[in-house]
Structure formats: C-alpha cells, structure tokens
C-alpha cells in the first residue's frame, strides 16, 4: 500500500516540477522577446524605445505586490515560532538587483538578445567570486575547474560569434555591451551571495517572503530613479 501511494505522489511532484520550469523559462523567454522587439523597433519618426529599465520598474512592482498577497493568505498558517528576516535585510541586495539588471537592459542597446544570454551563461563566474572573497564559502576542485572551462569557452565562442541582429540596433557597440553585462553579473553575484546568506542566518525564511520584499525594495529603487 505505501508503495502505491508513493507512486502517485511522485508523479505529482514530477508534473509540479515540469509546470514550475516551463513557467520559468516561457517567461524569461517572454521577457527576452519584448526587450529585444522594443529595442530594434522603430516608432514614428525614426524614434526608438529608450527606457528599457523602465522595464525592470514594473516588473519589481508587480511581483511585490503578487508575492504580498500569497503571505496574506499564508499569514494564518504561519508558525509563530518561525523566524523570518525583518524587511530591512534585503535592501542592500535589492539595490544590487535593481542596478544590475538595469544594465543587463541597456545593453541590449548595444548586443543582440542571444549574445547577452551567452554573456549570462558565466553567472556562476562572479557568484562563486564573490561567494569566496565576501562569505568566506569554498567549493571543490572540480566546481572551480568546471567554472574556468565554461568562463573561457563561453568567451573564446562570443568572440568568434555574429549575429544579424546586432545590424538592426541603433548604436551597436560590443565591447560596450559586454562591459554592461560584466557588471550585471558582478552585481547579481552579490545580491545571490547575500540572499544565501540570509537564508543561512534566518533558517526558517520563505522564499515567497523574499520575493515579496526583495522587489518592494527594487520597485522603490526603481521608481525613485524614474
């Protein structure tokens, strides 16, 4: 008997988990699809769609006040002995996630959309970086030998790649666009790093309660640079 109740409860949380990662990556797909149509179109005029980082305002907004909903309705289920961050903690990591993806945005001014998501392909670079000189983390051998090869792969093929894409920008300027994204992985390795640390500090913390903080403190960051 338990092995037919387990059965379908594996398949259950196997069905979660392919409907969590295809909403995942429809919507960064999505989010890719625009940013990229709203920088190459051009409107009347000539004119071009200049606030991409508006784009990340709305997000923030949105999500915090999506996330701030679901921990209404998770209020009463809470535990009381729970331990959960104040909101405080999270504007220092909010503040390098609104800078960062800004920049990962303008840079779609001067690179194409699959150039930057090869750029981002380093991600783990700058986090594991950071992770060590500011958290003192250590990782094995392999994990380092593994982020060297991917970093050094990942630049000799955008070194060698074109794209016709990057024809229909306005001002196409690789090694500016590049730069960008350096520094958006730098900062999203950061704001990753600290999370972990929060999370590490505060066992019981919830990632909806993340969410829901995190982006107030972006959508606030964000509207006061709009």
């Excluded at 071009?48 to 980082?53: A, D, H, Q």
């Excluded at 999270?90 to 800078?99: D, F």
């Excluded at 970086?129 to 500011?134: A, N, S, V, Y």
């Excluded at 972006?218 to 006061?224: D, K, Q, T």
Aim: hydrophobic letters at 45%; aromatic letters at 12%.
């Amino acid at each position: 008997m338990a092995e037919h109740s387990a059965s379908p409860n594996r398949l259950a949380n196997v069905l979660l988990l392919m409907f969590c990662v295809s909403g995942i990556y429809s919507a960064y797909l999505t989010q890719g699809i625009v940013s990229e149509h709203l920088q190459m179109k051009q409107y009347a005029g000539g004119q071009r769609f200049k606030n991409l980082e508006a784009l990340n305002g709305a997000q923030s907004l949105a999500c915090f006040l999506w996330a701030y909903v679901i921990l209404l309705f998770q209020s009463r289920k809470e535990k009381s002995n729970s331990q959960l961050p104040p909101w405080t903690a999270y504007w220092r990591p909010a503040l390098t996630n609104t800078i960062g993806p800004a920049c990962g945005l303008i840079a779609l001014k001067n690179i194409s959309y699959p150039a930057q998501v090869l750029a981002k392909s380093c991600k783990m670079v700058p986090v594991m970086l950071i992770g060590t000189m500011f958290y003192g983390k250590r990782y094995s051998a392999l994990e380092y030998m593994c982020m060297s090869m991917i970093g050094v792969g990942i630049s000799l093929f955008a070194r060698k790649s074109s794209s016709k894409v990057t024809s229909k920008l306005a001002a196409p300027n690789a090694p500016l666009g590049y730069l960008l994204c350096f520094i958006n992985l730098t900062l999203d390795g950061y704001t990753n790093a600290y999370q972990d640390e929060v999370n590490r500090k505060y066992k019981d913390n919830d990632p909806i309660h993340m969410m829901c903080w995190m982006n107030f403190w972006c959508a606030l960051f964000n509207g006061l640079y709009l």
